[in-house]
C-alpha cells in the first residue's frame, strides 16, 4: 500500500522559514518524481514545485521562484520542501503527490499517489 505523509506545516510570521517533508512507503521511490502542490480555501489546486527521480531536474511555480526549494533524500525516501521569505498568500493546505514519467511535472492530473496534506498558515 502506498502512503505519502507529509509533515511541517504550521503557523509562521510573514518572512519566516518552515521546511515540509514527504515520506514515502510502498514504492520504489527512486523511480518516482514528486510535487508539491497547495490549495487555499476558495481556490484551485495549484502547483508548486517538483523533482525528478534522480534529482537531477527541479521545477518551480514562477510564484516561488527564489523562497522554495525543494530536495529529496531517496535513502530516507523522503522530499522536502524549504520555504523562506513565506507571504501570507502561501498559506494553504500543501500536499506531495508521486508519479512516474516526465511529462508536465505541473500537471496534477500526472500523479498518481497523493498525501492528505499539510497545512500552512502565514500571518502578516
Known amino acids: 500500500q502506498v502512503q505519502l505523509v507529509e509533515s511541517g506545516g504550521g503557523l509562521v510570521q510573514a518572512g519566516g522559514s518552515l521546511r515540509l517533508s514527504c515520506a514515502a512507503s510502498g514504492l520504489s521511490f527512486n523511480y518516482y518524481a514528486v510535487g508539491w502542490f497547495r490549495q487555499a480555501p476558495g481556490k484551485e489546486r495549484e502547483f508548486v514545485a517538483a523533482?525528478?527521480?534522480?534529482?537531477?531536474?527541479?521545477y518551480y511555480a514562477e510564484s516561488v521562484k527564489g523562497r522554495l526549494t525543494i530536495s529529496r533524500d531517496n535513502a530516507k525516501n523522503t522530499v522536502y520542501l524549504q520555504m523562506n521569505n513565506l507571504k501570507p498568500e502561501d498559506a494553504a493546505l500543501y500536499y506531495c503527490a508521486a508519479r512516474r514519467g516526465t511529462s508536465d511535472y505541473s500537471a496534477a492530473s500526472e500523479y498518481n499517489f497523493w498525501g492528505r496534506g499539510t497545512q500552512v498558515t502565514v500571518s502578516s
Open positions: 523533482i525528478s527521480w534522480a534529482s537531477l531536474s527541479t
